[in-house]
């Protein structure tokens, strides 16, 4: 199976940037997508963008953090980046990356560990 490991995230003021990555390993064949997604104590998890291979690259992204959020891959190091800029405080959450494999749905099969992104106002 796909293994999913985040890093990258931290203490960062608002109006900052912070640039998480997600890197795949183990059984890649088939991997075409990967998601994000983050939760905030005491708050449901939601989506917050995803990217998609197969074929042509195409994007989503929640409204919530569209023009702010981008994500990219390096096809190298099979790893997706989510670059966040002009952070707010509501943004703080665990943020995850997560897969189906050939497509991301609402509820992933694999998961990362996920990472702490903490935006002090």
């Known amino acids: 199976q796909v293994q999913l490991v985040e890093s990258g995230g931290g203490l960062v003021q608002a109006g900052g940037s912070l640039k998480l990555s997600c890197a795949a390993s183990?059984?890649?064949?088939?991997?075409?997508?990967i998601g994000w997604f983050r939760q905030a104590p005491g708050k449901e998890r939601e989506f917050v963008g995803s990217?998609?291979?197969?074929?042509?690259?195409?994007?989503f992204y929640a409204d919530s953090v569209k023009g702010r959020f981008t994500i990219s891959k390096d096809v190298a190091k099979n790893t997706v980046y989510l670059q966040m800029n002009s952070l707010k405080p509501e943004d703080t959450a665990v943020y995850y990356c997560?897969?189906?494999?050939?497509?991301?749905?609402?509820?992933?099969?694999?998961w990362g560990q996920g990472t702490q992104v903490t935006v002090s106002s």
């Open positions: 997560a897969t189906d494999m050939a497509v991301v749905t609402n509820t992933p099969i694999y």
């Open positions: 183990g059984r890649t064949f088939g991997l075409y997508s």
């Open positions: 990217i998609n291979w197969d074929g042509d690259i195409t994007y």
